[in-house]
Structures are given as C-alpha cells and as structure tokens.
C-alpha cells in the first residue's frame, strides 16, 4: 500500500520528518518531506560521540526539521533491553533540547534485518549489502513505520 494512504501521511502532509537510526557506533538518518518526496530519502550517517546531539541539532535547523522520529529496539517479544533505554534515555535528552519540534519514538524491531533484505533485493544497491549505508536504510524504514502506525 503506498505511504499517502495513511493517515499519519495525510495529518502531516507538508511537514518534513528526519528519522534516526540509534546505533553505538553509527547514527543513520533518513529525511522526508511529506506530499513532496516520493518516499523517505536517506540522508547518510554521523559517528556516534558525545557531539551527536549537537550534530542533530544542526541538521533540523539546516533542513527545517519539524518532527523527529527515533526508532527504538526491543526484543521480538516486547520486552527491552540495555539498548532500548540507552537509546529512550538518548531521545528524552534530545527531545529536551528540541522541545519545539514534535517527537516520536518508533518500534524498529528488527529494521536493520529489513534493511539487508531490500539491498539483497535491489539493484539500487546491487544486490549486495552496502554497510556504509544500511543505517540510513534502517533509518528510512523506521520512518515508514512510524507513517504506517496510525
């Protein structure tokens, strides 16, 4: 079913959403503005440090970011982890210095798994598993989730 279908397409039409993709390591981001992009663009990846906030930051006021999702991981059962309050603990601190943009957290269970299968199956990317840009893949489909939510 395509995106404008759902409702939180058409209750945020005009809006533009960054998705994140929390990793140790890697932050993937994905962009998309709703009506006007076909689909939720990858935006690439920051190293995840101590800066990663600020590096956040900087790209929702570059881009003019009005909503942020962050996908958070739990276990297939529902159950959290470590991970998943490291990465909500993350989120409320971010929110707290964006706290005039509109926020959502996202399941992302299993969106890296997700994002492998559709580089396998993609002649975007080969039909190979592109490591440099699995995260922002995760991260775009983590954005499509949440568009798919309500």
Do not use: C
Not at 64 to 92: C, Q, W
């Amino acid at each position: 079913m395509e995106l404008k279908t759902y409702s939180n397409y058409q209750n945020n039409l005009g809006q533009k959403v960054l998705a994140i993709d929390y990793g140790t390591k890697v932050i993937g981001l994905a962009i998309f503005n709703i009506g006007f992009d076909p689909y939720p663009l990858l935006y690439g990846k920051i190293i995840t440090s101590p800066k990663s906030h600020d590096e956040i930051i900087e790209i929702i006021k570059t881009e003019e970011i009005d909503t942020v999702i962050l996908g958070v991981p739990y276990l297939l059962d529902g159950k959290s982890t470590d991970m998943t309050r490291k990465i909500l603990s993350y989120g409320e601190s971010l929110k707290k210095k964006i706290n005039d943009i509109n926020f959502h957290f996202q399941d992302e269970t299993l969106s890296s798994f997700e994002a492998e299968q559709r580089m396998i199956n993609s002649p975007r990317f080969n039909f190979k598993i592109d490591k440099k840009q699995i995260d922002s893949l995760a991260a775009s489909i983590i954005l499509e989730d949440w568009i798919k939510s309500e």
